[in-house]
């Protein structure tokens, strides 16, 4: 069973809580020290980005925090370095890649370096369902689970693709925009809806989750669990504990709505 | 999506899943429009009436060889942008967007994509690298002053390859009222189309006049490539043309053999950049690199797909020209021919000078792109007779 099946499994009921982190940010050594940080505050899935130059898809807090690592001089090399540090500690936690088309057509074998730094799903934020199927391919030939984006303007078509190329779970993204933006906490429970019934890999929201109500509103509007970014990379980048934060974050997934009906 | 949007083995849609209904029904809105009559009496009409079609074709009289210059530095704007900003304003009109986005290097694109949304009546916000903001205070008055609302974009090199990408953020929230005008035939599918299908009338209009003025086809047609949508407008009627040699020149910088160019096809490696595969300039990781040129039209770390195509199929050479090659051209330009071009179209007048002096007896059709005013400045400093 992968990691991700795993999780879900023992979750039951409750929601799952991702917690994402930029590898290197602000430095390696501190970037190891924050992993552990959030997996001591209970996260039940770790996302990391490796960092890169032009990430489009990402808001002012994300961008911040890659050019604080390619400040610090980190390469790919030391994120997968990191990541193998990373699952020596932590066994059981399922590891997510986020990351951009060119790092991973840059690297051959890109995939298979991932697989054997212990990561378990990576999703590309410029490759939409149109394109991943040969990066599909090649990550499921390599062991890694294919993750794929389905927005609220995602017609049920291209969720259709998305539940044929895709494992581990659906990123869901319930508004327009870019990584960061507040929703205003209001989650598309229709997007949910129709994740589920395109039989895709579970719905986790992300984009826009920053407090304890929005993730109980995510979890409410039919998500299996969350991912949180922007919230938790900002508060390390003020020196703030994201222990506490991913704990208080995390309390709020014990709740989850409509669970009994899984 | 209805067609490939691939060049070979380049182009592509690689742009976040939340944009793609966006380029989906820009798509369908194009190949609508290509089949509507009144569509393209309305282009042409503009194209015409408002903005100087047909631009003519020039033969040098005093610079060596058998020179030809596709003038469009005469063009309304000041340079070619304006044959595809026309064009896509009426498409966005089509599909009932009100607002328009556009990234600019030195700002002619901006100055473009002002224009139309002044012209047809669009809420208009343009992105620029805030060094560019800073080195180009005309082009941004110019923009301000057609309605349009510049903002400086902080992130990055703070150049036009950042502002392509807090342009792609801005249309990630804004893609139901707002239109991305981009500006160059690189960038996702459909754009290296649309773009190419709207600036093909600089080589079929030049093709015509060589036939008509010259009695012949030329033996060779070179362009400046920095994004492409000059060259590709040129080349793309000469294709089927075999015997017409084409040529794209990119920005050699301070030397290719150095790290301060903009050479992508010459230097570059395959990658994906702003939602197409195509050659980029990058380190060994895949991070995207900085460049530089003396013109900030050819500052770009990617290019076309279609013309990463042309170079691996062999149909069109692309060849570098240096700053201090371009600058020199421009210089001739000016005083042999009393026409001050744009730097950009300088670099393909300087390969087209060294074509000349080794085979004088050919007909080198030369993309003039753009005029110079926006350079003179810099022209200036550059040029002092002291320095």
């Known amino acids: 069973m992968s990691r991700y099946a795993a999780m879900f499994d023992r979750l039951g009921g409750e929601g799952a809580f991702g917690a994402f982190l930029m590898l290197g940010d602000p430095d390696l050594a501190a970037s190891a020290g924050l992993l552990d940080a959030v997996v001591a505050g209970g996260a039940d899935m770790v996302e990391v980005g490796i960092p890169f130059s032009d990430p489009v898809a990402d808001g002012p807090v994300i961008q911040a925090a890659a050019q604080r690592a390619l400040a610090a001089g980190v390469r790919v090399d030391d994120c997968f370095t990191l990541l193998h540090e990373f699952r020596a500690r932590h066994p059981a936690i399922p590891v997510g890649l986020l990351t951009y088309a060119n790092l991973v057509v840059a690297r051959p074998g890109f995939m298979r370096d991932a697989a054997d730094a212990g990561v378990d799903s990576l999703l590309i934020a410029d490759v939409p369902a149109l394109e991943a199927e040969p990066f599909a391919r090649a990550m499921t030939q390599a062991g890694i689970e294919p993750v794929l984006i389905a927005a609220a303007n995602t017609p049920n078509a291209t969720i259709a693709r998305i539940a044929q190329l895709s494992k581990a779970y659906t990123y869901c993204v319930s508004r327009t925009g870019i990584t960061g933006t507040h929703a205003g906490g209001e989650f598309d429970a229709s997007l949910s809806d129709r994740v589920i019934a395109a039989g895709a890999p579970p719905p986790i929201f992300g984009f826009g989750i920053s407090t304890p109500e929005h993730v109980r509103a995510a979890l409410k509007a039919g998500a299996r669990g969350v991912i949180c970014g922007s919230a938790i990379v900002a508060a390390a980048a003020r020196g703030e504990d994201v222990t506490e934060l991913v704990r208080s974050l995390k309390s709020a997934t014990t709740e989850r709505v409509g669970a009994a009906m899984d | ?387």
Not at chain 2, 66 to 90: P, S
Not at chain 2, 222 to 245: E, H, T, W, Y
Not at chain 2, 357 to 386: F, H, N, T, W, Y
Request: overall charge negative; aromatic content about 6%; some cysteine.
């Open chain 2, 1 to 387: 999506m209805r067609l490939t949007g691939r060049f070979g083995r380049f182009g592509g849609c690689y742009v976040p899943e939340i944009l793609v209904p966006a380029l989906e029904q820009l798509e369908g809105a194009f190949l609508e429009a290509r089949d509507d009559p009144a569509f393209a009496a309305e282009l042409n009409g503009l194209l015409s009436s408002y903005a100087g079609r047909p631009t003519p074709l020039t033969q040098c009289r005093n610079l060596p060889g058998n020179i030809y210059l596709k003038r469009e530095d005469l063009l309304h704007g000041g340079a070619h942008k304006t044959n595809q900003v026309l064009g896509q304003g009426l498409l966005a009109k089509r599909m009932g967007k009100t607002r328009l986005i556009a990234e600019t290097g030195a700002g002619q694109h901006g100055v473009a994509t002002a224009i139309v949304g002044a012209l047809l009546g669009f809420e208009t916000v343009i992105y620029m690298g805030a060094e560019d903001v800073e080195r180009q205070k005309l082009n941004v008055f110019r923009m301000q002053l057609m309605g349009a609302k510049v903002i400086p974009v902080e992130s990055g090199g703070r150049t036009l390859k950042d502002a392509i990408n807090e342009a792609l953020r801005d249309w990630s929230a804004s893609f139901e009222k707002t239109h991305y005008l981009l500006g160059t035939a690189a960038g996702p599918h459909p754009f290296p189309t649309i773009v190419r299908e709207f600036q093909r009338i600089i080589g079929r209009e030049a093709r015509a006049q060589m036939i008509e003025q010259v009695g012949r086809l030329p033996d060779v047609a070179i362009a400046c490539v920095g994004g492409g949508s000059n060259a590709i407008g040129l080349f793309a009627d000469f294709i089927d043309d075999q015997d017409v040699r084409l040529i794209g020149v990119e920005a050699a910088g301070r030397g290719l053999d150095g790290e301060e160019h903009g050479a992508t096809l010459l230097r570059g490696t395959s990658g994906i950049l702003h939602g197409a595969e195509t050659y980029v300039l990058q380190d060994g990781d895949g991070q995207i690199a900085d460049t530089w040129s003396v013109s900030a039209g050819l500052d770009y770390p990617a290019v076309g797909p279609e013309h990463a195509h042309l170079k691996d199929s062999g149909r069109a050479q692309y060849v570098g020209a240096t700053d201090a090659e371009a600058l020199a051209a421009f210089k001739a330009l000016a005083e042999s021919e009393g026409i001050i071009c744009a730097f950009e179209s300088a670099h393909a007048l300087a390969h087209a000078l060294k074509l000349a002096e080794a085979e004088p007896g050919s007909a080198i059709l030369v993309g003039l792109s753009g005029r110079g005013d926006k350079d003179v400045g810099q022209a200036q400093q550059l040029l002092r007779p002291s320095a």
